[in-house]
């Protein structure tokens, strides 16, 4: 009887709390994945060598005296 009068007073109420009730685990599972999804986002980044091993083979050289400034204007 308590459970029909608290529907038939707060039926919002009510059926939020029998919602969190059952969503609870699914919240927890997808809040645990999104974790493990953001923690292999950041190993993935970090074992990314990439960076530094695509360097160029040459060195740059900017060339000497007015060459460098040759095209300024």
């Known amino acids: 009887m308590r459970e029909y ?10 059926l ?9 685990p ?3 599972k997808l809040d645990t994945a999104k974790k493990r999804t953001e923690l292999a986002l950041a190993v993935t980044r970090t074992a990314d060598a990439e960076g530094p091993m695509n360097v160029p083979k040459t060195g740059y050289s900017p060339g000497s005296g007015r060459d460098p400034w040759a095209d300024a204007v």
Not at 5 to 14: E, F, I, K, Q
Request: proline share 5%; charged share 20%.
């Open 16 to 24: 939020s709390e029998v919602s969190e009730k059952v969503l609870a």
């Open 26 to 28: 699914v919240v927890a």
């Open 5 to 14: 009068l608290d529907l038939v007073t707060s039926p919002s109420g009510v």
